[in-house]
């Protein structure tokens, strides 16, 4: 559950404002995860988005690493992330600050226009050498539940989580990728094996899914034995989460990995 603003720590709201004169308004973002906070900010300035993790007692925890992540590639992804404006942290808080975009998020149903928007994303995320600064080996997600995860490993950039909520799409069409808490390195064609779940929801069968990643040569081109075993492993994990967390989307998306896994094995 997301903390209310004025969780945050006096000071750090008075560092705040120091960067961004006085706030006149406060909008919480209505989705995501990966911080304590997430908002955007109405300034003199304009607008801009901020998002704020609170610090464990004595380290980083989760949510302020996924921050640190996001504020280290952030340079690097010009391209397609909002820009960073700055950092700071204060009172055991970690805050970033990017401009603001005003765009909607994008729709993945069959026949959306919006999937030619995602296939050229995708195919410029793909284009674009991972940067040294990125050190998550996204291979590991899986050692838990696989004997051999090395398919899986590479050097492409992997956003990791291009969701329909993380593209958003402003009125003149340009694309922009948020939330890069997760980005790592590993095999191209495991960022389309994490969008297949995402395809599912929005209502494409397996099949129609399978065939819309095909058009991507990190896809076409692999070993179908490898995609099998991500397939299982991507299964298992999600089974094993939503033991722990029964909230509906968690269990959403364990039987959509599931049913995908299945599909593979029956084809």
Not at 10 to 30: C, F, S, V, Y
Not at 60 to 87: I, K, Y
Not at 209 to 236: C, G, K, M, N, Y
């Amino acid at each position: 559950m997301r903390s209310d603003w004025t969780d945050l720590p006096e000071q750090l709201r008075a560092e705040i404002e120091a960067r961004t004169g006085p706030i006149t308004g406060i909008d919480p973002a209505p989705t995501g995860n990966h911080a304590d906070i997430a908002s955007t900010l109405h300034t003199p300035g304009g607008r801009i988005f901020v998002k704020a993790a609170r610090k464990l007692p004595d380290k980083d925890g989760p949510e302020v690493m996924s921050l640190r992540r996001e504020a280290t590639v952030n340079p690097h992804v010009g391209e397609f992330a909002p820009r960073l404006l700055w950092t700071t942290e204060d009172g055991g808080w970690l805050a970033l600050a990017f401009e603001h975009v005003d765009g909607r998020h994008a729709d993945f149903t069959p026949g959306s226009p919006d999937l030619e928007i995602l296939a050229k994303t995708v195919q410029a995320l793909q284009a674009t050498p991972c940067p040294d600064v990125v050190r998550m080996l996204v291979e590991r997600r899986w050692q838990s539940v696989a004997d051999d995860v090395s398919p899986m490993a590479g050097d492409a950039l992997l956003h990791t989580d291009l969701n329909d909520n993380n593209l958003l799409i402003t009125p003149d069409g340009r694309a922009y990728v948020v939330d890069w808490a997760f980005t790592g390195r590993g095999a191209a064609w495991v960022e389309l094996g994490l969008l297949i779940p995402w395809l599912l929801k929005a209502g494409h069968s397996t099949a129609e899914a399978e065939h819309w990643v095909a058009q991507f040569p990190a896809w076409s081109t692999a070993a179908p034995a490898h995609i099998d075993l991500f397939s299982r492993a991507f299964a298992e994990k999600w089974r094993q989460h939503a033991e722990r967390d029964a909230a509906d989307w968690v269990t959403l998306h364990a039987s959509l990995t599931r049913g995908w896994a299945e599909h593979r094995r029956c084809g």
